[in-house]
């Protein structure tokens, strides 16, 4: 396995480092922000992200190739860039507050150019997916401690940390306050969801056949800390996330080992984080059975952006609802008061109205479909496991929009697109190598066949003919 880690570092080095540099601060990017507050630790994320795509870009020009991919989902990301760029100069939005809006719905999902392009084999995804995993579990691990530790060591004595962190807690139904923790993350619901997301990751790769057995023991046990984080983050959500992954993995491949396993598990992370909560947790995720909660907690974020599209049904500019816009830059404008929205959805309703939620759905079921032809073409490959990660993963994310906002967080939002573009790649990839076949195999029996012909029209000589002779 640390094999698959070093394979990054052998080719095109000036991108894969600062790549990997992203994806490193992506996962601590929230203590960098609370206890060194500036604009520079705010996007140091997007500027390691940004250096991987200058360098990327310049080695394309320069070999002269395209930048773009001829894939279905490039076509709807173009629409959606233009869409977004329109509605960062509505009226009524600083541009400033614009710009940075546009950057977070934009931004990440060029990771989706940058995967496609630099995936080379199956060995560079896996030793991403490989990567994202070992930092998730360090992630978990100290989100254990952290809720050891209490509220206070976590959160600094600072203004703009306390407003980023003001729902680091909830109220069980027995009316007791407990600790949401968030680790290395800025809410505990993108750690949770970071978990779910970690975890499916992990226990697809363990079924690979090419790993050794010690690194398939670490893997399923990765998976324990990670589901004990998940249940003190308290995100219902995610729980939700990891049923939806496990189906996933049912629906593609049916053995009832893995079934055991997953089960086992999820089962031991899962009492172990009830009983450091003492129960409390085990109140709170027991209201999952409530349906109507569940119904009512989709269709919050989607009420607040039907209500704010009776107001203005081609929305209210990009930037509206404050995401993706820094504390800091909210500060520049008194008078700008957001539309409070949650989920990507929501979010898009307030922000682009009809348009942008159709373009929306559009994006996400053209990826969310060509995500899973990749998977049924790498079928009985050996990329067919990071393919079952990358999908499952891009499934439960997705599913996330509804009620979070996955694809506009750091890290979940360059991940998802990167590893949809990696994979699409992989199952052209798939696609040349068996064309290859063929062509090859059609040289060999074409020439055959055009000389047995050659024989069956060449004329019999009667036997009298040769005894006259």
């Known amino acids: 396995m640390w094999r698959e880690l070093a394979v990054l570092g052998r080719h095109e080095k000036l991108i894969h480092l600062p790549l990997v540099g992203a994806i490193l601060i992506g996962f601590v990017l929230a203590p960098i922000k609370d206890r060194y507050p500036s604009p520079v630790s705010y996007f140091l994320f997007d500027l390691f992200f940004a250096l991987a795509l200058f360098f990327w870009a310049t080695m394309r020009i320069r070999r002269g190739r395209a930048l773009l991919p001829k894939t279905p989902v490039t076509k709807v990301l ?77 959160i600094p004595d600072d203004e703009l940390a306390a407003e980023r962190h003001r729902f680091a807690t909830y109220v069980t139904p027995m009316g007791e306050v407990e600790f949401r923790i968030f680790s290395t993350f800025v809410s505990a619901g993108a750690f949770g969801s970071m978990m779910a997301y970690a975890s499916a990751l992990a226990l697809v790769l363990s079924l690979n056949r090419e790993i050794t057995p010690l690194w398939r023991f670490l893997l399923r ?18 729980l939700i996330m990891v049923l939806i992954g496990l189906i996933l993995l049912w629906w593609h491949r049916r053995s009832v080992r893995v079934y055991l396993v997953a089960a086992a598990l999820i089962s031991l992370g899962v009492r172990v984080g009830i009983d450091l909560t003492e129960g409390r947790a085990a109140e709170r995720f027991a209201s999952l059975a409530d349906i109507g909660l569940i119904l009512g907690r989709i269709s919050n974020p989607l009420h607040a952006g039907f209500q704010a599209l009776l107001e203005a049904p081609w929305g209210h500019g990009l930037g509206r609802t404050g995401h993706g ?89 360059m991940l998802w697109w990167f590893f949809l573009g990696a994979v699409l790649k992989l199952a052209d990839l798939e696609r040349r190598r068996q064309r290859a076949w063929w062509h090859a195999w059609s040289e060999v029996l074409v020439p055959v066949e055009e000389s047995t012909r050659i024989v069956s029209r060449m004329p019999e000589r009667h036997p009298w003919s040769a005894r006259g002779r």
């Open 78 to 154: 173009l629409v959606f860039y233009v869409l977004c760029a329109v509605y960062a100069l509505f009226p009524g939005i600083p541009l400033p507050i614009g710009l940075a809006a546009f950057r977070g719905w934009c931004f990440f999902s060029l990771a989706y150019l940058l995967g496609y392009d630099i995936t080379r084999s199956g060995r560079h995804v896996r030793a991403y997916l490989l990567l994202v995993v070992l930092l998730a579990v360090l992630a978990g691990v100290y989100g254990i401690y952290q809720y050891v530790a209490g509220v206070e060591s976590a």
């Open 325 to 413: 816009v820094p504390f800091f830059m909210g500060r520049w404008y008194p008078t700008f008061h957001p539309i409070f929205a949650d989920g990507d959805f929501g979010r898009i309703l307030v922000e682009m109205g009809v348009l942008g939620f159709a373009v929306l759905v559009l994006l996400l079921g053209t990826a969310l479909r060509t995500a899973w032809r990749a998977l049924q073409r790498l079928k009985g490959t050996p990329d067919e496991e990071a393919a079952l990660a990358i999908v499952c993963g891009a499934f439960m994310i997705g599913a996330g929009t509804l009620v979070g906002s996955p694809l506009l967080s750091i890290p979940h939002g």
């Open 221 to 238: 046990l990765g998976i324990v800390p990670m589901m004990t984080s998940l249940v003190l983050t308290g995100t219902r959500a995610a």
